[in-house]
């Protein structure tokens, strides 16, 4: 299963935009690349996805990096419930999780 | 969206009995669920994969025998942690996803088990 990087921690402003980067160098071609959080004590939350194209929901923005060997998640303007533990996972069967990046959005 | 429920949401028990979880898609129709595992501070630990009708496919170090997954209908997969001892608290989650979407998974609330 591909193998994804990401900063352990990350501290960001209330309603100041937020890039989480991802790297997955090991990613094959037909492998998607996934976004969940996960707050407190909840089960993870999907948040986007992507294969090669930038994508865009209501919740965030996906910038893919033309080779495909990274990826930031965009929140472009953070809020406290944006708080939460952030996974990239890039797989193409089941999702494994890695150890995700803690966000801290701060008043 | 698509909502995904467990049962008990928490649940405490004496060591060597057993407990079932139950996980429920309750507005779509789940080909395949998951089951994960997650320690305090930990990520989570996919545990197996089942798929409606047929055998739960396990990760590499989950013991089958005691980690019995049944998945009998479309809506419904049941994890029943056997013999249950103090290392086997954990929150449990679970996931489902249709054959229509295949790329998103929707995951339940967590079941905290506490063996005692």
């Known amino acids: 299963d591909a193998k994804t990087t990401q900063p352990n921690s990350m501290e960001s402003n209330e309603e100041e935009p937020v890039h989480l980067p991802c790297n997955h160098s090991?990613?094959?071609?037909?492998?998607?690349i996934h976004w969940y959080r996960q707050l407190p004590s909840q089960g993870p939350e999907y948040v986007i996805h992507?294969?090669?194209s930038n994508v865009n929901n209501r919740m965030a923005s996906l910038a893919i990096a033309e080779d495909r060997k990274s990826s930031t998640l965009i929140l472009h303007r953070a809020t406290l419930r944006d708080a939460a533990v952030y996974y990239c996972?890039?797989?193409?069967?089941?999702?494994?999780f890695g150890t995700g990046t803690r966000l801290q959005v701060f008043p | 969206g698509a909502v995904v429920s467990q049962h008990p949401s928490r649940v405490i028990c004496k060591s060597g009995t057993s407990v079932k979880i139950e996980c429920r898609s309750l507005?779509?129709?789940?080909?395949?669920m998951f089951w994960y595992r997650q320690f305090p501070k930990q990520s989570l630990m996919l545990m197996a994969t089942?798929?409606?009708?047929?055998?739960?496919?396990?990760e590499q170090g989950v013991e089958k025998d005691k980690f019995l997954i049944n998945h009998a209908s479309l809506t419904l997969s049941t994890l029943t942690v056997t013999s249950a001892h103090p290392e086997d608290s954990s929150f449990y989650i679970c996931?489902?996803?249709?054959?229509?979407?295949?790329?998103?998974?929707?995951f339940g609330p967590g079941t905290r088990l506490l063996v005692l």
């Open positions: 996931s489902a996803r249709t054959l229509q979407d295949q790329e998103t998974q929707y």
């Open positions: 090991t990613i094959s071609g037909t492998d998607y």
């Open positions: 992507g294969l090669t």
């Open positions: 996972i890039s797989n193409t069967d089941k999702l494994i």
């Open positions: 507005d779509f129709q789940a080909t395949t």
């Open positions: 089942s798929n409606e009708g047929s055998k739960a496919t396990y």
